[in-house]
């Protein structure tokens, strides 16, 4: 009963890292914890509130996504510091999916959309696919995070202008951008002189904060400079400068998402798509946080956690969300030690809605538009559009294309053209494979053939070298077609080495099967050497072994070279001394390595 304990015990603090933590919790984690948390709650608030207005969302919603997601996302994560929650590229994405609805559906559509890419990024979780993330270049999110700021400045514009905005719900971002600018009226100047004053608030306070240390919350205090400014220049609100909607003063409440089988037909491809960036964009930041502590990390953990902290936040009037890379940089920034940093940041949140929720309509949304603003310029990063720009072309066509396709196609689906463009790169650079014969040099150096040396009439020796999957069978089919065209009627054996060939498949099995079968159909006898386990399996398994014969089939050594000697000497023993015993060749292919160079 104590084992069985013990063992359901191990199970939930494998599946709940934030439980594991608490193992070896210490009071001086608690602090740290404390004060990451704290100050990333000051953040969040802001944050929320803008996110959420930028697809028209009510601000208690983005606050209510900062609290679910991200205490269920920090007991679930894989990485101590990620923060989960709404992030400003799932709610830029989120704005291009709804804009094929009607408006006054959004808020229904989702919450809905929260529980689709919740359920899709579980399932990515619960088949293990996460670690497939590691094949997409990272080039893919440098460009969309461009494409991403370029569009949340284009789509603020309005708000800091204070103009109307125009365009229908089925027309492109470009579309609504161009008629918005052209007929959406004059620039109302109080409310650009609201979102320019809590611009220049940040700013500064954010310059003073480096220069003296002192670690105040920029956004929120610029935001409360701008709505106390507002409140003594108009009181009465004559200025026309708009407000937010009343947040609430209640904690987000149960209740069922809504469901729509024609909007959840509609937004189906939406949702993977953003289910998809969600993943890379949290995996990204975790990555980059644990290239600096040293942490390893579960990426189908991590997987799980995002799925889970959206399927939960669906639950409770969430929209959709991530993990946050301005808030877990600040959360490793203040030296959180474990994911209950997250959890005391959803409590902050939690508090200030109880204290200050009433105080939510005073503030003016030209302040928020003027605080994504700075979000937009902030989310580039100069040093590494450069650095992929210049490091190769492939990453620079992936980063460029991926941002132009952001801001000319759409944010959810630029997403998928670049991991379509890393892959279509990816894949025949990973396709090749090198097939190249080796000979014995009379001073006892084994490297590469070359046109002037001379080939011994009866033993060939081949080198197999690469990924052995069906991306790289019609070139191995190639190569060894040319090798064999090169064999001499007087063949009679060849030892192929296949100690550095990985991942085998059928269609590659296959390639090697029918090239075995016309050797024997010359009587040529085919000897495989270097043989690793998941090669001896796959052989097995599709009977490779049997056409070549067990007795031909050399095992790989500890000692490198040690089975293709091995098969080199029954090569030589096999075809007699009659023919080849002078052969010097046959007489190194006797002695020991011990004073052998390899030169592949």
Known sequence: MVGMSSRLADGIFKYVPALESLRTYSLDHFRRDLFAGL?????????????????????????????????????????????????????????????????????????????????????????????????????????????????LLLDQLKVILGIKSMGGHHDHFLVRFYRTMTEGGAIHLPTFGIATFTIAMAVAI???????????????????????????????????????????????????????????????????????????????????????????????????????????????????????????????????ATQWSGVISAVGVMGTILLIAPLAQYVPRAALGGVLILTAFRMTDPKAIVYYFKATRFDAIIMIATAVSAVFVSIEFCILIGVFLSFAFYVPRAAKIKVNELTITSDRVIRE???????????????????????????????????????????????????????????????????????????VTVMLSGVHAAMATTMRNVGLDQLVGPENIFREETEVWASTFTAMKKAYAQIGTARCQHCPNRQIAQEERNDWSYMI
């Open 206 to 336: 954010r310059f003073l904060n480096r220069r003296l240390r002192l670690g105040l919350p920029e956004l929120l205090i610029a935001i409360a400079s701008s709505a106390a400014l507002l409140a003594f220049v108009d009181p009465s609100q004559s200025s026309g400068v708009r407000l937010l909607d009343p947040v609430p003063r209640e904690l987000p409440a149960f209740a069922l998402p809504p469901l729509d089988w024609n909007q959840m037909r509609t937004l189906s491809s939406s949702a993977a798509a953003i289910a998809f960036l969600g993943l890379l964009e949290a995996m990204a930041m975790a990555k980059s946080i644990a290239a600096k502590t040293g942490q390893k990390l579960d990426m189908n953990q991590q997987c799980l956690s995002e799925g889970v902290a959206n399927l939960a936040g669906s639950f409770f009037h969430c929209f959709p969300g991530s993990g946050s890379l301005t808030r877990s940089y600040i959360n490793h920034a203040c030296g959180a």
């Open 39 to 151: 100050t990333v709650a000051a953040v969040a608030v802001p944050q929320g509130m803008a996110y959420a207005t930028i697809f028209h969302m009510p601000p208690a919603m983005g606050l209510y996504t900062a609290i679910v997601m991200t205490t269920v996302g920090a007991l679930l994560d894989s990485s101590k510091q990620l923060i989960n929650g709404p992030t400003n590229a799932i709610s830029i994405a989120m704005l291009s999916a709804l804009a094929v609805l009607p408006e006054d559906s959004w808020i229904g559509a989702a919450i809905m959309m929260a529980l689709m890419i919740g359920v899709i990024q579980t399932s990515i979780a619960l088949f293990r696919f996460g670690d497939l993330s590691r094949f997409i270049s990272h080039a893919v999110i440098v460009g969309f995070t461009l494409g991403a700021s370029v569009l």
């Open 449 to 523: 053939a070359t046109e002037s040396d001379v080939r011994c009439s009866f033993i060939r020796i081949l080198n197999i070298e690469g990924e052995m999957f069906f991306g790289c069978a019609p070139e191995l089919e190639r190569q060894l077609q040319a090798f064999e065209e090169s064999l001499p009627d007087t063949s009679q054996l060849i030892v192929i080495r296949l100690r550095r060939s990985n991942n085998p498949d059928a269609v590659c099995m296959h390639v090697m099967e029918n090239f075995i079968q016309r050797m024997k159909q010359r009587r």
